[in-house]
């Protein structure tokens, strides 16, 4: 038995931990972010499945029988393969779960005109994980994506606050809404993004919903953890959370308190 581990690459995932504390605040959770090697978006397929598994086994090595990978860019490039090669060698009765299908199986519920933007890293955006899965589950739906290139950067540094920063968020969304008119939802598809979803409803018409992942990640585990009661027993409940930085645990304590309502006290950890 041992907590839920949620891995990002750095803060992001910060946004889906504290939408699945929300949604079931009884379970313990332990947090690594990959700060020190962070932003992901940009690097190889390769490069960021051999991250993504040096952080689920550590996370393995600390307890956790079930981790959620709460980062689109290891949800696109790193999840299938560790999901079909690695867990039946290293440990078949655990699990890893993304943050991409759930928002992909009920997206086309949100959307009149059938057509959805994603604004992603580079790296989901390269992967067309979003287009493939969104066919699957609702095939009448067009997808227009684009990639945001340095808004993980922009976030993480705190410049999307500034008018430099808004002016590059600005011409981003831009270009996604004029590759189509229709486009009527837009899905945050990097679990950063959330922190910009207020300024992004500001400039684009009131008519287009913008969608982060969090609460649907949320739900789509509390509904796994019901439909699997073998996994939910493996998950210890006492509240708790805890964090794990590769970077700074001083710089990394600082910064968390812009994503998630929480106290932070993280640990150091090399990967």
Known sequence: MGPIGIFDSGYGGLTILSDIRKRLPNYDYLYLGDNARAPYGTRSFDVVYDYTLQAVNEL??????????????????????????????????????????????????????????????????????????????????????????????????????????????????????????????IILGCTHYPVLKDYIESIVPTSVQIVAQGKIVADSLADYLNRHPWMDEKCTKGGSVRFLTTESSEEFNQNASNYIDATVNSLHITL
């Not at 989901?124 to 993980?152: D, G, L, M």
């Open 60 to 185: 393995f090595d600390r307890g956790c029988e079930m981790v959620i990978l709460a980062c689109n860019t290891a949800s696109a490039k790193a999840l299938r393969t560790i999901q079909q090669n690695d867990l039946p060698k290293t440990g078949p009765e655990k699990r890893v779960l993304g943050v991409i299908r759930p928002s992909t199986e009920i997206i086309g519920q949100f959307s009149a005109t059938k057509s959805i933007g994603v604004l992603a890293t580079p790296g989901t955006v390269a992967s067309k994980s979003y287009e493939i899965e969104i066919s699957k589950f609702s095939p009448q739906c067009k997808v227009y994506q684009h990639a945001c290139p340095s808004w993980v950067t922009l976030i993480e540094s705190n410049e999307h606050q500034t008018e430099a920063g808004k002016g590059i968020i600005r011409q981003d969304v831009e270009i996604l809404m004029d590759s189509n008119d229709a486009i009527d939802t």
